[in-house]
């Protein structure tokens, strides 16, 4: 497919949307809530299992997740609700959704996730909700560790997260932090390295 015909809207017609939608936010408590929200839709009126139809633009999946971590991205709480589905069952489905408390998000993730609340024991949606929930749970405690130690370096106090590590964890990551980056370069001038 070339540019120029991926550009022609007019070729096409919406069928199916999912909207994934995730916050972090920092409690008072020091423990961080990343919250999401998944939701599929169709542009056309569904036939329902009761005889009723669902009508396009409402949804056909809608679930939300809450997890409660530390700052070493340990799960302290968890809960789920699903809030439409297909079927009635549906609703019940995030039974073992506490098992994830202890769990650490980190390398593994998704195979503890399908492990612990996989197949029978599970709902797909969630599970594919905290997938993605992984990197948003990044995003939020490494942001705001690189804002403290920002703040502290700025007022002449010790870095408060020093690692022992001898390299960077995010080198080579992605194109970004491949270490022939100019962001390399700059970032980390001692892990650079020239084409």
């Known amino acids: ?8 809207t007019n070729s096409r017609s919406l069928v199916h949307s999912r909207t994934i939608f995730s916050q972090g936010y920092l409690r008072k408590d020091g423990l ?16 329902k299992s009761d005889g009723s ?19 070493e991205m340990k799960i302290i709480n968890v809960s789920a609700k699903t809030l439409s589905a297909p079927y009635q069952i549906c609703l019940g489905a995030n039974f073992k959704i506490k098992s ?17 609340i996989g197949n029978i024991e599970g709902c797909t949606h ?7 929930m992984a990197t948003v749970s990044f995003q939020t405690v490494y942001g705001e560790k690189s804002k403290r130690t920002r703040e502290a370096l700025e007022n ?40």
């Open 100 to 116: 994830l408390i202890g769990e650490t998000i980190g390398p593994g993730w998704k195979n503890k996730i399908n492990k612990i």
């Open 32 to 47: 961080f809530d990343i919250e999401s929200i998944i939701k599929d839709t169709k542009s056309y009126d569904i036939p």
């Open 1 to 8: 497919m070339t540019l120029k015909n991926y550009e022609n």
């Open 53 to 71: 139809y669902l009508k396009r633009g409402a949804p056909l999946h809608e679930m939300r997740v809450l997890l409660t971590i530390n700052l």
């Open 126 to 132: 969630i599970r594919e909700l905290l997938v993605s």
């Open 156 to 195: 002449g106090k010790k870095d408060p997260y020093p690692t022992d590590i001898s390299r960077p964890s995010l080198l080579n990551t992605c194109y970004a932090f491949d270490e022939k980056s100019e962001v390399t370069k700059k970032r980390w001038p001692d892990y650079w390295k020239k084409n």
